[in-house]
Each structure stands twice: as structure tokens, then as C-alpha cells.
């Protein structure tokens, strides 16, 4: 049986996305490992599935798949390509859509296409709002050495850093640094990500604040190493840039990928992001 996706990518940060909606298919870990490997498979960040909603009042289900085959509750950089493929394959004619996903709702907006580039959409989503508490993000107190200002520093390979945990229907902890460029993302990610602080992992954001509006960020992600941008991320990097008083109320994030722009006015207004969403190729695979 031959299945039908799409390679799409979001400044960078690249899916293949599956329409659970109108054929179907079981799909085993092992299945997206190798899909992922970007040798002998398609190659992707992530893996994108979007089926029918279990609730009424949502559009559409909407579930994200790691590289390594495990499953995340959430991915900024792909709602917005969900929200454009969603378009594209005319499932639906709504510019605006309520994606479920394991970890709650979302909500999309198509805004308009590139004229200079017809396979790219400009996509804003509605994150909700961030969640700082220990139970939500989550994160384990007793991990940390201290604690101060929605801040806990951490040990790890002999140093100590000071993280600010967030969820944003993932886990996230954002560290602010002087120079983005000669950080070593991979080593410091790794040791963070599964560190006793966070019982279910968590995405290691690397922040440079270069003015109270403009923010530089490299993510690493788990399951996955870093990528080139993480729309979660640059979410949970403007919270907790506003959180510690350094980010005003819009900011633009600059990662590896490319831009997005985020808005967030805290307490518990929701957070919006907006950027590109863009179409590469489509194929079929056996399966």
C-alpha cells in the first residue's frame, strides 16, 4: 500500500506530514526512525499526523512524532505547516482552525502566501498560555541547587546554570548566555535535557537577548539534537525573557532557520507566534 506525505519545513525545522484524514495507516517507532534518517529514509525533525478530532469543537487532531520515534505533545514550527497543508489538500476552507493535540488546543490562522515564494504561508498560532508551575511544565524542585525568580540553577558537567523552566505544551528550560555563537549547544543540551530536574526530558533553549525587542536562540531538542528553529522554544525564550524583566511584549526571535515574531503580554494572556510555513516536496512511500 502506498501512503502519500509531505516534506514541509518551518525556518528550517523539517517534517514529513502524514493526512490521517483521508487514508490510513498504523505507524510503529520504528517506522519513523527510519523515515527520519536522513541517509537512508526521508529525513525529518519531526513527524506530523493529522487525523480526525475526538472532540466536537475541534477541527482536526493534530500529533507530532520525534525523530527517535517517541512522541511530543507539541510543536509550534509544525501547527503552522499542519495549518498549511490543511489548505493545500483542501480538507478544509477554514483560515482559521482549532488543532487538538494530547496536551490541549491550538489555534491557527492563515495570514497570507509569499508572493515571492507561492510554496510559503505566513501562519499565526495561538500557543495558549504558559505554564510555570512544577507539576505543569514538569520539573522536579529538589533537582536544583537554589532557586530565585522563576529561575533554578542546576549542576551538570561540573558547571552550574541558571534555567528558567516553561511549558508551552512541551517542556522547556531557557538559559540566557553573552554569545549564542560560541556556545556549545550540543554538549550543555544533551547534559540538560535529561537531567534529574526534568522527569520527562525537556527542550534546552540557549538565549542572547540583544535588545528588549530582538532575541538570538538555538534550541536542542529532545529526541532529536538541535534543530534549526523550534517555535515552542522561541516561545518559552520571549516568557521567560518577560518573566526576568529583559523582553517587552513583542519580540523577534532569530534562530538558525530564519525569524518568528512572538507576543505574549503576560499573566495569563496565551502566546502568539507568527512565521513562515513552507511546502518542499510530496511523495509516496510503501508501507
Not at 507539541?74 to 493535540?101: H, W, Y
Not at 515574531?261 to 516536496?281: C, E, L, N, Q
Request: charged share 20%; with cysteine; proline share 5%.
Amino acid at each position: 500500500m502506498d501512503i502519500k506525505f509531505t516534506k514541509m519545513h518551518g525556518l528550517g525545522n523539517d517534517f514529513m506530514v502524514l493526512d490521517l484524514v483521508s487514508q490510513e495507516l498504523e505507524i510503529t517507532p520504528q517506522q519513523i526512525q527510519q523515515w527520519s534518517d536522513r541517509h537512508t529514509g526521508i529525513g525529518f525533525d519531526q513527524l506530523l499526523i493529522i487525523e480526525p478530532p475526538d472532540q466536537p469543537d475541534a477541527d482536526f487532531g493534530y500529533r507530532v512524532f520525534n525523530a527517535d520515534g517517541s512522541q511530543a505533545e507539541q510543536c509550534g514550527n509544525g501547527a503552522r505547516c499542519v495549518a498549511k497543508l490543511i489548505a493545500d489538500l483542501e480538507l478544509s476552507s477554514k483560515s482559521t482552525l482549532v488543532l487538538q493535540t494530547n496536551t490541549g488546543r491550538i489555534e491557527t490562522r492563515r495570514l497570507h502566501s509569499d508572493s515571492a515564494d507561492l510554496r510559503t504561508d505566513t501562519v499565526e498560532v495561538n500557543m495558549g498560555r504558559p505554564r510555570m508551575a512544577a507539576q505543569e511544565v514538569p520539573f522536579n524542585v529538589a533537582a536544583a541547587l537554589s532557586s530565585e525568580h522563576s529561575a533554578f540553577v542546576l549542576t551538570t558537567l561540573e558547571r552550574q546554570f541558571s534555567i528558567t523552566p516553561i511549558s508551552m505544551g512541551n517542556p522547556h528550560g531557557v538559559i540566557f548566555v553573552d554569545d549564542i555563537a560560541s556556545t556549545p549547544v550540543a554538549e550543555i543540551g544533551q547534559a540538560l535535557t535529561c537531567h534529574p530536574f526534568f522527569p520527562q526530558q525537556a527542550n534546552i533553549g540557549f538565549c542572547q537577548i540583544v535588545d528588549s525587542g530582538f532575541v538570538r536562540l538555538r534550541v536542542f531538542e529532545r529526541g532529536v539534537g538541535e534543530t534549526q528553529a523550534c517555535g515552542t522554544g522561541a516561545c518559552a525564550a520571549a516568557v521567560a525573557g518577560h518573566l526576568h524583566g529583559k523582553l517587552a511584549d513583542k519580540v523577534k526571535v532569530s534562530l538558525p532557520g530564519g525569524k518568528v515574531r512572538i507576543h505574549w503580554r503576560g499573566g495569563d494572556s496565551p502566546v502568539k507566534m507568527t512565521g513562515p510555513a513552507t511546502f518542499v516536496y510530496g511523495g509516496f512511500l510503501a508501507a
